[in-house]
């Protein structure tokens, strides 16, 4: 893990879990008089949605040395969000240029919507949360949303976005220090996003289904870490299968490629691109279309931290080698596991739980 910490008593924490965790903490810098970002949860009892209080860092930019350069080129993946958007895009430049493949929790966002374009343009793996397309798009919709990014991040006319082009911001800005996992197979992930209102899902910041996330308290506990959040489910993740859904695109529109064309991976944009919806499942674009995976309906305690969740669990799966679905159920069924329990961490599965539970799914019938 890439980060900056203050040193202060949050800062420790946040340390003692990853050390606990096994995660590398080689590359975290210590800044002298430094405030860790830390926040409160209130959890819904009902549903298990929770409200954020965030109370974000006083620390500087992360600087990236020989040291971590060194470290990066011998990555796999890359995982960030944009929260801290200096440290985000000088991260992704830098594994772009070692060849490393860019994993971006897409939730966070900038006033000026063309850094945000900026920065989703780097990524390979893609994966946003229900909001993040609409706001980057300016469409209402979501399936044409997704659709507007792979045309847009698939032809690579960044260069033509303006900071008051579609879907044009007036709110976002910084919150914790960008993250990354060098070569962690099935590590924590840090990175918190910006502040959601009562009742909002729980987020996801991508991080791996065996530790935390830095800098976010389990509810009614101060300072404790825990998962960040990003518009994951309420009641559980996508599921399995790909099924069509009606009043959703699903065939090709004006300027984008026919079903039968590359994918994006050879247009020059994401091998990845899909946005999680809560209890609606997840939408993802293949071969120009939008499919759609259902959630795993679960009783859901606290969805603090299913968005992490499941984007850590997808690249545990993806570096595998698994298909784009296979990895998709896999971190449906790990961020539906997380549901069922309070707090952020202590509720994330391991790798044996995860396949348990889709074993006995798949030996029910309860075909998802």
Not at 36 to 54: A, C, D, M, Q
Not at 180 to 195: D, E, L, N, Q
Not at 357 to 367: P, S, Y
Request: proline share 9%; net charge neutral; hydrophobic share 35%.
């Amino acid at each position: 893990i890439i980060a900056n910490l203050g040193d202060d008593e949050v800062g420790d924490r946040i340390l003692k879990g990853f050390v606990q965790e096994g995660v590398d903490t080689t590359l975290i810098r210590r800044i002298p008089g430094g405030r860790s970002s830390t926040s409160y949860v209130l959890v819904n009892p009902e549903n298990g949605s929770r409200t954020k209080f965030p109370y974000r860092d006083s620390l500087p930019d992360i600087t990236f040395g020989q040291e971590i350069r060194s470290a990066l080129s011998g990555a796999r993946v890359l995982h960030l969000d944009g929260t801290q958007y200096s440290n985000a895009l000088q991260a992704a430049r830098l594994a772009k240029e070692l060849g490393v493949t860019v994993s971006l929790d897409a939730c966070s966002m900038q006033t000026e919507n063309v850094k945000n374009w900026e920065l989703a343009g780097l990524a390979d793996i893609l994966i946003t949360n229900e909001k993040y397309p609409c706001r980057l798009t300016g469409h209402q919709d979501l399936g044409a949303a997704l659709l507007e990014m792979y045309r847009v991040l698939g032809r690579r006319d960044l260069g033509s976005m303006t900071a008051d082009g579609p879907g044009s911001m007036t709110a976002g800005g910084p919150g914790l220090p960008t993250t990354s996992v060098p070569g962690m197979p099935i590590a924590g992930v840090p990175g918190m996003p910006t502040a959601r209102g009562p009742g909002m899902p729980a987020a996801g910041v991508p991080g791996m289904p065996t530790a935390g996330v830095p800098g976010m308290p389990t509810a009614g506990v101060p300072g404790m870490p825990t998962a960040g959040v990003t518009g994951m489910p309420t009641t559980g993740v996508p599921g399995m299968p790909t099924v069509s859904v009606p009043g959703m695109p699903t065939a090709s529109v004006p300027g984008l490629p026919a079903p039968d064309s590359p994918k994006m991976s050879s247009r020059g944009g994401p091998t990845v691109l899909a946005a999680t919806a809560g209890k609606q499942g997840c939408f993802y674009i293949v071969d120009g279309q939008v499919r759609h995976m259902p959630a795993f309906p679960v009783k859901a305690a606290d969805t603090t931290g299913a968005g992490d969740t499941f984007h850590g669990a997808f690249l545990a799966h993806w570096i595998r080698g698994n298909s784009l679905e296979s990895c998709l159920r896999f971190a449906g069924a790990a961020a539906a596991i997380k549901c069922m329990k309070y707090g952020g961490r202590d509720g994330i599965p391991d790798r044996k739980t995860v396949e348990a539970f889709l074993m006995k799914v798949t030996m029910e019938n309860k075909i998802y």
